[in-house]
Structures are given as C-alpha cells and as structure tokens.
C-alpha cells in the first residue's frame, strides 16, 4: 500500500504547479488550465484521505465528482468569457481584460 504522505506529495506538487500557473501567465487559457491543475490537487486529497480513513466508504469520491462537476461548469463559463474577449481585442491576454470599456 502506497503511503499517504506521497499522495500528499503529489498533490502539494501539482497544487504548487497551479498556483505558479495562475500568477505567471498572462494567457487566459493557460490560467484556466492552471485552475484546473489546483482543482485536481483538492481531487487527489480528498481521494487519498477518504482512503486512508476510511477505506470502506467512497465519500472522498463522491466529493472528488461534485468538484469535477463544478469545475466543468466553471471552464465553460471562463471559455465562454475569453470567446468574448478574443473577439473583442483579437487576443486572450488578462491584462487586455482589465481595461475592456464599452
């Protein structure tokens, strides 16, 4: 049996990966991708703790699709959000959207 401590690992990686992600890159699309890195890291801890504790009982699952769930719907927001913006500037970069004026 793998060790908890690794799952942790993994996830404080892949976390850590995100969060560098989301504050380095301009690219919304990439943010995006880094929020979803982040989301999967939460995945990967509430899976290994639901195991780890109770091996029995799937909750940590059941949590891991909620997030899943609402993770889906968010990049369809965010996608549709950055359709728009690059429509409107001809470029997908974050800084652009902040001086977006009618």
């Known amino acids: ?3 908890l401590e690794n799952y942790l690992a993994l996830s404080a990686i892949v976390f ?4 560098y992600g989301v ?20 995945n990967i801890n509430f899976v ?5 504790l109770d091996p029995g ?8 699709v ?9 990049v369809g927001l965010a996608l549709a959000i950055v359709i728009r913006l690059f ?3 001809a470029t997908a970069n974050v800084d652009e959207a902040a001086t977006m004026k009618w």
Request: cysteine-free.
């Open 48 to 52: 290994a703790f639901a195991a780890y």
């Open 23 to 42: 504050l380095a890159r301009r690219n919304a699309v990439m943010i995006l991708m880094s929020v979803e890195l982040m989301l999967n890291a939460v």
């Open 1 to 3: 049996m793998v060790p």
């Open 87 to 89: 429509r409107n500037r």
């Open 16 to 19: 850590s990966l995100g969060v």
């Open 57 to 64: 009982r799937i909750v940590g699952a059941i949590f891991a």
């Open 66 to 74: 909620f997030i899943i769930t609402v993770a889906a719907a968010e």
